[in-house]
């Protein structure tokens, strides 16, 4: 598959690539991936809470030492490994906004002077190690920025044919693209990656934009840091079944994603996320991680597209279908500060002090993460579909580990629901917070309500 297929303009945004599954598979050779295994992955990554955390607007001083600070209550709140965003250096060449992109890399050797030293983020991996968490950093693979140090190296990049580097999409002009027809790049990247996990004891990589890099890298990449430092996480932001099978443990449910902002918009009914789920699995190479989100840096806050029931209504879908859930920094407060571009050229710290107007976030969060924490089958069970009496409005599907089983149902409208599940049989309720006797068959939910239930053995 040519690299330049995959550089059409129509799948361009600032920061990140979304792409429908038709477009995605479209491209992926005729290949049955879901007769295929995934790549085994360690125990600790199935079991992940997966925290981002945008160094420059997570503190005020916005650097490595804020987040070390930090690391009791994030540990207290319960996630498992910590996503830094780029720690490199940021290019300022053709630069967008006042600060530039993180995704703009000067220096894939350095670290950002703004966010402080190697050795404040060596203490930062160090301590949070100490306290149990893993931390894994993001890699801007694909194109650096315009006065990048690689620049002294101009057969690393992509060419016109009037011989001008170029960026990797239009609308990415503050970037330029790598060329990954050049080996000596990918050794270059390959001893680069070797150098982070190995020198900062890092637990793996999100990996950006991973689609426009071809597979046959990753996958010799991966080998050759599974020598340095095995067992590590690989998070590719992308949405391909091919990444899967031997490069990454996870990937980006970008179509899930989608539809998940259409249907708590009204645009389309809930059956439709079942629909996506049940396109992609029967694609997916067998027993795929996938990465469930509502918010990341790339979009509007989640508590600004869905209001505030509704952004928990998201997020607890996350957490209770299968796969990682992931936690967008301020997400626990209920932050509604703007971190997508433009914002994310600029300089805006999220505003914690949310957390005393909304409360009902921390409680969330922290209830969330410690059932999924304390229930194999949410981590690791297999999933059902169940039916209900209105499933344009509300999921509701089974959770299967071993003899735990658990029913989750969620009102993916503003509207209350009352009716009933497909669910035979004698069930606690075990939603975090929750003050309701269990009722199923029968069901009532709050407008972007959520129960949980576990069968009584």
Known sequence: MSRKILRNPLFAAVGTVL????????????????????RPSADWVKDAVIYQIFERNYSQKGDFNSITSDLDRLKNLGVTVLWLMPVNPIGKLKSKGT???????????????????????KRLVAEAHKRGLKVVVDVVLNHTSWDSVLM???????????????????DWADVADLNYDNPELRKYMIEMLKYWARDFDLDGFRCDVAGFV??????????EVDKVKPDTLWLAEWESPDLLVKAFDLDYSWENHAMLTQVLQGARPASEIRRVWEAQNAKFPKGALRMRFSDNHDERRAIVRFGEKGALAAEALAFTLDGVPLVYNGMEVGDSTE???????????????????????????????ELRKNSAALRRGSLTWLRNSDEARVLTF?????????????NMTSAPFFGSVEAAGSFDEITPG??????????????????????KN
């Open 214 to 223: 071809p597979v046959d890298f990753w996958e010799t990449a991966r080998a």
């Open 152 to 170: 002294k190296t101009p057969a690393f990049y992509t060419h016109n044919a009037q011989g001008e580097i170029i960026p990797p999409v239009p």
């Open 19 to 38: 792409l429908l599954a038709s477009q995605i598979f479209s491209q992926t050779p005729a290949r049955d991936f879901s007769k295929e295994n995934a």
């Open 434 to 455: 929750a003050k309701t006797a269990a009722g199923l068959p029968a069901l009532a939910l709050d407008g972007f309500g959520y129960r949980i239930f576990r069968r």
């Open 99 to 121: 600060i530039g992109s993180p995704y703009a890399v000067q220096d894939y050797y350095g670290v950002n002077p703004d966010y402080g030293t190697k050795d404040d983020l």
């Open 398 to 410: 089974a959770r299967k580990s071993g003899n735990e089983e658990l029913v989750v149902a969620i």
């Open 339 to 369: 971190s997508g571009a433009p914002a994310l050229f600029e300089k805006m710290p999220i505003f914690w002090q949310f957390a005393e107007r909304r409360p009902e976030f921390p409680a969330f969060y922290k209830g969330m993460i």
